[in-house]
Structure formats: structure tokens, C-alpha cells
């Protein structure tokens, strides 16, 4: 008990605080499943590839094949081992607790490895929404757990600040719920939810304003 706690205690010394991710990072989340099982490992959790697995409902085997890829790039790290049963798992956690992309000053090689990402996001959440709206008919409880609005407006650069700042704000609101359950994946009342916001000039308009320009 005392070396698997040392083990965990040493590996999470190693965690930075932020990391921002470059075009190696990016080529690697562009695929769907590495970007999937790289999001149901928690920041402070260490978790194995088979409890990742039972997240996202892979098999440990097919977490592993993502995990290499990820340990290669520097996206999760090893985090000690735990003893279960008569077999010793590897533990893995983000390499940093925030994980962030600049998008001021890239080049459009990386620009371009930022949108694979941005497709991935988006095939895994078309696949969410689909799931969903497939259970629906038999318990429409489920549709508590969906957040769906769209709206288009025009706004000022002061105005689009307000709204960043206002996501950021509720960002903080649902990290403050984790905090506050930290056995929430363990309760059946719960389920993991992913939650995506995306605001963003029409192309119709930055064509327009180009070609003013």
C-alpha cells in the first residue's frame, strides 16, 4: 500500500498545470478514438486502460492501442501501478491538469492539424446525439441531460469577449461540480456528459469581410 502510494505521489509531481497542445498533439487527436479515450481519463484520477474502457465501452485493448499513442506524444503519463485480483495494472493521467490550444501566431500546418481535431470532436458528438435521440422514445428523462440551442446574431468584438467570458464562467460551474461529487462516475444516477460550446463567425460573413477588405 505504502509503494503505490509513493508511486502515485511521484508520478503526479510530474503533471504540469497547463499544456499546450502542438501539431504532434493535434495529429493524434485528429483521430476519434484517440481523442475519446484521451477524454475519459480524469485530470486527478489515475485511472487503467480498463476502467477507461468501461467509460467509453472499449475494450481494454483497444484503450491500449490509443494509450501508446498518447504516451508517445506526451499527452498522458504513467502514473504508477495498482494490484487487482493476481494481476498489476499501469496507471495513466493527463500530462497536465488543463489542456489547451493557442490559436494566435500558429502556422497553417498546425492550423490545419487543429481542425482534424475540431472534425473529431464533432464526429464524437454527432455519435452522442444520435445515441440519445435512439433512447428517447423509451425514457424521455434522458432529454434532461440535453443541452441543444443555437442562435444567430450579430455581435461587436466587445460583445463576443462578454460571451467568452460568460462561458469561461460556467466552464467554472460545472468543474465546481466534479469537485463537489467526487464519487459521481460511481452513482447510478449519474452519467458522464460532454459538453461542447462552440461560437463562431458565419463563412458567408468572413468572405464578405475579406473581400471589403
Known amino acids: 500500500m505504502y509503494k503505490r502510494k509513493f508511486a502515485h505521489i511521484r508520478t503526479m509531481k510530474r503533471q504540469t498545470d497547463i499544456l499546450n497542445l502542438t501539431a504532434d498533439h493535434l495529429r493524434v487527436l485528429a483521430s476519434s478514438a484517440c481523442n475519446e479515450v484521451m477524454s475519459s481519463f480524469h485530470p486527478h484520477r489515475p485511472m487503467s486502460a480498463r476502467e477507461a474502457g468501461e467509460i467509453i465501452d472499449r475494450s481494454?485493448?483497444?484503450?491500449?492501442?490509443?494509450?501508446?499513442?498518447?504516451?508517445?506524444?506526451g499527452l498522458l503519463i504513467e502514473a504508477g501501478t495498482r494490484?487487482?485480483?493476481?494481476?498489476?495494472?499501469?496507471?495513466?493521467?493527463?500530462?497536465?491538469?488543463?489542456?489547451?490550444?493557442?490559436?494566435?501566431?500558429?502556422?497553417?500546418?498546425?492550423?490545419?492539424?487543429?481542425?482534424?481535431?475540431?472534425?473529431?470532436?464533432?464526429?464524437?458528438t454527432e455519435r452522442n446525439m444520435a445515441s440519445l435521440l435512439a433512447i428517447a422514445p423509451e425514457d424521455e428523462t434522458i432529454l434532461d441531460f440535453l443541452i441543444y440551442k443555437t442562435y444567430t446574431l450579430r455581435l461587436n468584438r466587445e460583445r463576443a469577449l462578454r460571451m467568452k467570458l460568460?462561458?469561461?464562467?460556467?466552464?467554472?460551474l460545472l468543474k465546481s461540480f466534479?469537485?463537489?461529487?467526487?464519487?459521481?462516475?460511481?452513482?447510478e444516477d449519474s452519467l458522464r456528459f460532454d459538453f461542447t460550446v462552440l461560437g463562431l463567425p458565419t463563412s458567408e460573413e468572413l468572405r464578405r469581410r475579406w473581400r471589403e477588405e
Open 60 to 73: 481494454s485493448a483497444a484503450v491500449l492501442e490509443q494509450v501508446q499513442k498518447l504516451l508517445e506524444v
Open 166 to 172: 460568460a462561458t469561461s464562467e460556467l466552464l467554472d
Open 83 to 124: 494490484k487487482r485480483r493476481s494481476r498489476t495494472e499501469q496507471l495513466y493521467l493527463p500530462a497536465a491538469k488543463v489542456i489547451r490550444f493557442q490559436i494566435q501566431g500558429q502556422t497553417p500546418e498546425v492550423l490545419e492539424a487543429y481542425m482534424g481535431r475540431v472534425r473529431s470532436k464533432l464526429k464524437v
Open 178 to 187: 466534479e469537485q463537489e461529487d467526487s464519487e459521481a462516475t460511481s452513482r
